[in-house]
């Protein structure tokens, strides 16, 4: 084509100096000259057509990494869910299986002994369902695009709901819950903040010790409502804090204390609710005093 065009140039150039100054006068094309003149061109091009080449091969790689960076991002975060969770239910899985069969093993084993081992066995057990329970709620709250229906909500209703439903708890620890949300409405899931708020309230009757007393606020702002759950528990330390809310993790206060089960997944479904709403949570904690756990949500204005 290049080649072409060249030729076609000459052959004009050859016709306008036949013209009346030169009449009859024949300048035949300087072959050689052409041909350099089509080398160079035919090189120019290349190097031009290989620049847009890697240019756009470069620009091509880029915005499909960008594009495929959320994917990929969502896949590894699967993987390592993945990975966590069989890794939790492993351990204790592994632990019942050998205690299981070493007692079965024993000629000596009584009846009383084996009605004990099958009481602490099906513990365990009602142990591994709450784990796959809490496993089943965090991946339903971090499916990607899941995006609860947010509507007109009563928070007072709500808080009312679960102060009832995990009223029993308390009282077996003797423990007070004093709700003193009113007559508030947010924007928000209530199935999702009915679990929001049994998180932090169950969270508050697991870390106090008997006697004490949880207390439920609201405040109400321009455009927000910060709700609170204040306990008078154990508290937690300064360096625990910025890590409460990763998956699986648990305070030294809290792996220490007896008798209080959890294999530190609350927090990290607490997290995703809240991010699922769009509000923000914070924590407030002095060790051996207490802590509180805010919440802002939206607010759907007043009833
Ligand atoms: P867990 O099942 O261990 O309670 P969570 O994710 O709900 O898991 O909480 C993570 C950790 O945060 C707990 O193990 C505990 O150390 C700490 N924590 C959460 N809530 C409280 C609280 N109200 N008082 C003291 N520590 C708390």
Do not use: C, W
Request: hydrophobic share 40%.
């Amino acid at each position: 084509m290049v080649s072409l065009e060249i030729e076609r140039f000459a052959f004009r150039q050859r016709i306008r100096v036949e013209g009346p100054f030169f009449q009859n006068t024949f300048f035949a094309p300087d072959l050689e000259l052409i041909n350099e003149t089509k080398k160079r061109f035919l090189l120019i091009l290349g190097f031009i057509n290989g620049g847009i080449l890697v240019i756009s091969g470069g620009l091509a790689y880029y915005l499909a990494g960008k594009t495929l960076k959320p994917i990929r991002d969502m896949v590894d975060e699967q993987n390592r869910f993945i990975s966590d969770s069989s890794h939790e239910l492993r351990t204790p899985l592994a632990t019942l299986k050998t205690t299981l069969e070493v007692n079965l093993r024993d000629p000596k084993l009584t009846l009383k002994n084996a009605k004990k081992l099958v009481k602490e066995s099906i513990t365990e057990v009602n142990q591994l369902q709450s784990l796959s329970d809490e496993l089943l709620q965090l991946a339903q709250y971090q499916k990607p695009n899941s995006h609860p229906q947010l509507e007109k909500t009563s928070l007072d209703q709500i808080v009312l709901d679960v102060v009832r439903k995990l009223t029993p708890l308390a009282k077996s620890k003797n423990i007070t819950i004093q709700n003193r949300v009113k007559d508030i409405n947010v924007i928000a899931n209530k199935y999702a903040l009915a679990d929001l708020l049994t998180i932090l309230i169950d969270n508050a009757i697991k870390y106090s010790s008997p006697g004490k007393k949880i207390i439920i606020t609201a405040v109400k702002h321009d455009h927000s409502v910060e709700f609170s759950v204040i306990d008078h528990g154990i508290g937690i330390d300064r360096h625990d804090l910025p890590h409460l809310f990763d998956r699986f993790y648990r305070a030294d206060t809290a792996r220490s204390k007896d008798n209080t089960s959890g294999y530190g997944l609350g927090l990290s479904i607490a997290k995703k609710i809240v991010d699922n709403h769009h509000a923000s949570i914070e924590v407030k904690s002095r060790l051996g005093r207490g802590s509180t756990f805010s919440v802002k949500l939206q607010s759907a204005g007043s009833k």
